[in-house]
Structure formats: C-alpha cells, structure tokens
C-alpha cells in the first residue's frame, strides 16, 4: 500500500470518511467509510458502518455493508455482519460473514482482453457455464446428425436460461397400502 492514511490503535472517529487515496484502519469508525482506494482494517479495527473502496482488506470487525470495485478480502479472524460486494471475493479460513455475498461485476483483466471463448478461467478444476448455449447450424430439412431424427427430440432438456436441465427425480414406487420397514437400533 503506498502512502495510506492512517487511523491509529485507540483512536475512535465518530462520523463518516471520505478520501481519494488508500486508508488503514487500526482503531474504530463509527460512520460510512468511502475510499477511491485501497482500505485495510487491521486484527482489532472495528468499524460500524459501511465500507466502500476499490480493494477492501479485512482482518478486524465490520457492522455494515462491504463493497469494492475489484476485491474483497476477509482475512482469518475477520467478522462482518453485513453484505458483501464485489467482482472478486475471498474468505479465508477462521473468517465469519453473516450476510448476501454477492460478485457482481468483472474486474479488468490486463490488457482489456477476454480470454479465448470469451469466458473467465476460475480455478483448476472449475469450468464456468456458459453465458447462452451454442449456436446450431444445419442443413434445412436435415438434422445435425443425419439419422433422421429431429434435432429437438435429441437435445437435452434445458432450464429458463439455457442451462442443462438436471434429470427428473427417481423415486421408489409401493405397492398400495404398503409401509416401510423399520429399521432396528442394531443395523
């Protein structure tokens, strides 16, 4: 963090904080906090009030709602009761939230390029879902595959927004007037 402002261990301000630069919070904040910059709370920093910045770090206690324009960090030992907003969000272990968690927005990649295929890589192992299915192409009168069978009927069942539909669900089926079996205490 370059050359932050600092509220120091001890020190309480009553009412709300504004600034262009990066802050760090060490004491306590009775009041909205708005910052065009960086803003991190330290282990006993305690503010009650909405926190508002382009990266937010916490570490301490937050009573409000926690918004930041690219990430929200919340380090082990951090408390909000409030929601939190931003395109990236971490929590680590030994971190508590007690609110929505919500990732809206994209945060600029360098270069201002998308990856190929225009989706974001998540971690290993994570393939995001397509915004809308693929577009389909075929020949008029013929299906895709040329088996003769219409292309709706071969395609899977998708939801409201275009996403495979999960399968319907199995359930056993008893004969009328049947009851189940109760199980003993030693099985």
Known sequence: MNEASVIGRGTVVRGNVRGSGNLEILGRVEGDVNVGGEIVLGEEAAVKGNISGASVTVAGAVQGDVRASDAVLLERGAR???????????????????????????????????????????????????????????TAGEPPDGTGASSASAEKPRDKVGRDAPPPPVVPALAKGAKAKKKKKGD
């Open 80 to 138: 909000v009761v409030g929601d939190l907003t931003a395109p990236r969000i971490g929590v680590s272990t030994g971190a508590l939230v007690r609110g929505l968690v919500r990732t809206d927005g994209e945060p600029p990649l360098a270069g201002g390029r998308r990856p190929a295929g225009g989706l974001a890589r998540g971690p290993a192992g994570f393939a995001p879902r397509a915004a809308a299915a693929p577009a389909r192409t075929e």
